[in-house]
C-alpha cells in the first residue's frame, strides 16, 4: 500500500503495438467490442505487481518530484489499483489526455461516427472505480487534458477534488503536499512557476 498512487486511465496505460500512428485508438470511437479494441488497438503496457512498468511522460515527472521530495508514491496500473490503495492512502493522482473525448482528433471521429470515444469511457470508468474505494484519500486530476475537467461541476460530478491545469511539476507537487497535510484543496488550480488558485475551495 502507497501513501500517494499515481495512474492514468486505460487509454494511456499502452504502448499501441509500438505503432506510431496507432496512438490515435486512444481517441477512438466505441466501433468494436472492448476486448478487441483492447486486443489490436491498445494492448496492456506490462506491469510488475501492479506497478506500471511505463505510464506517461507526466505522470513520472510527477513521480520523480515526489520520490526526491522523499514520498511513499507508486505508479499503479488502472487494473490493480486495489493492490496499493488504503487507509493510509492519502492521494490519488490521475493522468488524463483526452477525459471527456474533447479533444480535435477525438470530437471529429466521435462526430463522424455519434460514438463516445474510448479514452471518455476509460476515464469515467476509472473515476468510478477510483471513489468506490478510495475512503478519505484526495482525488487530484492532472495531464494534458485536464483543461476538459476544469469546469467545478463536472469535478464535482467525476469526486475530482482537485484539477490542476496546465504545467503540473511544481503545482501539482505543492498540491499534493497539502493534500498529504489534509489541508484543504481548491477545485481548480493553474499550474504556473508559482501556483495561482482559480477557485477558492469548496
Known sequence: ?????????????????????????????????????KLLLCPSIPHVNGA??????????????????????????????RKFIDGETKVIGITANDPLGLG?????????????????????????????????????AGGPGAWQLADERIASKLGIDCVVVGEGELTALRVIENAVNGEDLPRVVEGRKSCHWISSPP
Open 52 to 81: 506500471a512498468k511505463f505510464a506517461p511522460c507526466g505522470t513520472r515527472k510527477i513521480e520523480a518530484a515526489l520520490l526526491e521530495k522523499g514520498y511513499d508514491v507508486v505508479v499503479a496500473h488502472p487494473d490493480h489499483l
Open 1 to 37: 500500500m502507497s501513501e500517494i498512487v499515481l495512474t492514468a486511465d486505460r487509454s494511456l496505460m499502452s504502448d499501441y503495438g509500438a505503432g506510431l500512428f496507432l496512438g490515435f485508438a486512444a481517441c477512438a470511437p466505441r466501433l468494436m467490442p472492448e476486448w478487441l479494441y
Open 104 to 140: 480535435p482528433a477525438s470530437t471529429t471521429f466521435s462526430g463522424l461516427t455519434r460514438r463516445e470515444t474510448y479514452s471518455a469511457i476509460f476515464y469515467r470508468r476509472l473515476l468510478s472505480q477510483v471513489n468506490s474505494f478510495k475512503g478519505g484519500a484526495k482525488v487530484i
